[in-house]
Each structure stands twice: as structure tokens, then as C-alpha cells.
């Protein structure tokens, strides 16, 4: 009887079914391996490292070099007071003028007009100041009232010719003040530009005389040559200054 029993048992649980185990899992097909992009991803990351250390090297190698604070006119030299020192990144295709060259440069006249705000290259510069095109310059020996008493170098100005007064009463009513000069007509040129003058230190500047260049369209240059010839120029401000 109980070997019955324990074989009955023993049938009936081989009749149950197998349940899976907890710690199975389904199969899964193996994973598509992409080595181009895994090159690329690598490539990728390497461009950027060199980029940005690029970026620092640049930020790093930096130079002082020469800002222009003033407008500097064509054929003059920079002034210590028409300058100062920016740091910018140094550039092999830029001649910047460094702030160590600033004696060397003073010694060269600008080719054209700087303005305020220019970052001063060596291409600026010659050893002879030239002329622009169009333009002559035209020498002038001014006695004291026909000339504004703050002229100075870069002022715009008008010429005028003018004629010596004479002693007679009749001549008063035209006189354009103490300097004994009138006005004999219009303008001989509208706007000039004033671009040199004669160093304070100069023995004329004692005596009232004062000699200066003008800066003029070429078609008026022989007019205002005559006039000045005769010492029958006077100059004034205008608009512009």
C-alpha cells in the first residue's frame, strides 16, 4: 500500500507543468556594432579639444599696440596725445603699430585722414608725407589779424582776399577791424583744411606773422598762390571744426 500511494503522488506531479525560473530572460539578438561612427564620434571630440585650445592660445598671446584718440590729418605725424595702448590679439596677417614703436612711427606722416577709434597699422604711414589725390598744398605768411587767434593745425577754414586800407575816411566804413585789411571779394576757397603751422618757438610768432600751410582742391590752388603772392589773404573759421 505505501509503495501505491508514494507512486501515485509521484505521477501526479511530474503531470504538473515546469514554471520558468524568476532569473530567465528572453533572448535577445545581438547588438549591430557601428565602428564608422564610433571613429567619427572620436574625431569629432578631438576637432573640439584642438579648437578650444586654439581659442586659449590665441586669448593668451596678446600685444600692446597703438589706438588713435584723435583725428589725425593727412601729412602729419601722431602726437603722444593723439594715442593710446589697447591689448589685442596678435595677428601675423595685421602689422599692427606696437606701443613699443610709437617713437619710430611719430617720425612717418599718415598717408590719409585717421579718425578717433583707429587701430593705427603700419600701411597708414609713409616716410614723406604725400599729398591725396586732387589736393595741393598752398604756403601762407599771415600777418597778426588776419588769422584767428586759436588757429591750429586741422581747422577748416576760408580764404578770402583782401585788400590794404587806405588813410582815407572814405575807406572807414569797409574796414573789417584793426588789422587794416577789407574784404575785396568773395571767397577764394570755401573750405581748406589747415595742415601744418609753424612751432610756437618760431621768431615770426613774436612779431604777430605767422606762416602756415592750407590744404586745397587743386583748381583753387593757383588763386589762393596769387593772393598770398601779394599778402592779400585773410582766413576764417567755418562749420566743421
Do not use: C
Not at 515546469?18 to 564608422?36: F, I, N, W, Y
Not at 570755401?190 to 592750407?214: F, Q, Y
Request: charged share 20%; net charge neutral; glycine share 10%.
Amino acid at each position: 500500500m505505501k509503495i501505491q500511494e508514494r507512486t501515485g503522488a509521484g505521477a501526479g506531479r511530474s503531470a504538473a507543468p515546469a514554471q520558468p525560473s524568476v532569473g530567465d530572460r528572453l533572448p535577445t539578438p545581438p547588438r549591430e556594432r557601428k565602428p564608422a561612427l564610433a571613429a567619427l564620434a572620436v574625431l569629432l571630440i578631438l576637432v573640439g579639444a584642438l579648437g578650444a585650445t586654439m581659442l586659449v592660445l590665441q586669448a593668451g598671446d596678446r600685444i600692446e599696440v597703438v589706438k588713435v584718440t584723435s583725428q589725425v590729418q593727412a601729412g602729419e605725424s601722431l602726437k603722444k596725445s593723439d594715442v593710446t595702448s589697447v591689448m589685442v590679439a596678435k595677428d601675423e596677417n595685421i602689422h599692427y603699430v606696437e606701443w613699443s614703436q610709437l617713437a619710430t612711427i611719430q617720425t612717418y606722416k599718415a598717408k590719409s585722414t585717421i579718425y578717433p577709434g583707429t587701430l593705427a597699422v603700419g600701411e597708414m604711414f609713409a616716410k614723406t608725407a604725400s599729398l591725396p589725390a586732387g589736393k595741393a598744398s598752398v604756403g601762407l605768411a599771415l600777418k597778426e589779424g588776419q588769422y584767428p587767434s586759436d588757429i591750429k593745425a586741422g581747422d577748416v577754414v576760408s580764404a578770402y582776399r583782401v585788400g590794404t586800407t587806405g588813410s582815407s575816411s572814405n575807406n572807414s566804413d569797409d574796414s573789417t577791424g584793426s588789422s587794416g585789411t577789407s574784404s575785396s571779394g568773395g571767397a577764394l576757397v570755401d573750405n581748406a583744411r589747415v595742415n601744418t603751422i609753424k612751432d610756437d618757438t618760431d621768431a615770426t610768432v613774436s612779431t604777430g606773422n605767422l606762416s602756415l600751410t592750407l590744404l586745397v582742391d587743386q583748381a583753387d590752388a593757383a588763386a589762393l598762390a596769387s593772393a598770398a603772392a601779394a599778402n592779400e589773404v585773410a582766413i576764417v573759421h567755418v562749420p566743421g571744426n
